[in-house]
């Protein structure tokens, strides 16, 4: 996933070196302004490669899970695309499952904020952290109507 720059990705800041080590089938990437933007920095997450199954599995495998997440063993297809927020892999194993990398990270209240909303809402119903902070939610693939007059048929 390392090979083509996401929209997701800051494009006026260039990437610069840091020494944070990442969590098995991460890396991190550190941005920081120069010139006018020499008050901006930012660092993120992301997967290393997400191809095979084998690659999902080493991904979750020093996360700490949260919610209903897909038993990793089960996975048997991936297929990944790029989001505005970051990247997203369809899972598939007896359930189809969305996850959403959150190269930003969040401020550790996803779950609570979760649990804090009516069912009826379309929320993460598990994920993974790393040191605090959400990296991947996870949700139910569920058929989304395309808009409010299929709704009402």
């Not at 992301?46 to 209903?68: A, H, K, R, T, Y």
């Not at 369809?90 to 189809?96: G, I, Q």
Request: aromatic share 8%.
């Amino acid at each position: 996933m390392s090979e083509g720059a996401g929209s997701w990705r800051p494009e006026a800041l260039p990437q610069i070196e840091h020494n944070e080590i990442p969590p098995r089938g991460f890396e991190i990437l550190e941005f920081s302004g120069r010139g006018p933007l020499s008050g901006l920095s930012c660092s993120m997450i992301q997967p290393s490669e997400l191809i095979e199954p084998s690659d999902w599995i080493e991904i979750v495998s020093e996360l700490e899970s949260w919610g209903e997440v897909p038993d990793p063993q089960s996975i048997v297809h991936i297929s990944t695309s790029d989001h505005v927020r970051g990247p997203i892999a369809n899972l598939r194993s007896d359930t189809e499952w969305v996850a959403e990398f959150l190269p930003w990270g969040t401020d550790g209240l996803l779950r609570k904020r979760v649990n804090s909303y009516p069912e009826s809402c379309d929320l993460p119903c598990g994920g993974y952290s790393w040191n605090g902070s959400e990296v991947i939610s996870i949700r139910k693939e569920v058929g989304q109507n395309t808009n409010s007059r299929e709704l009402l048929l």
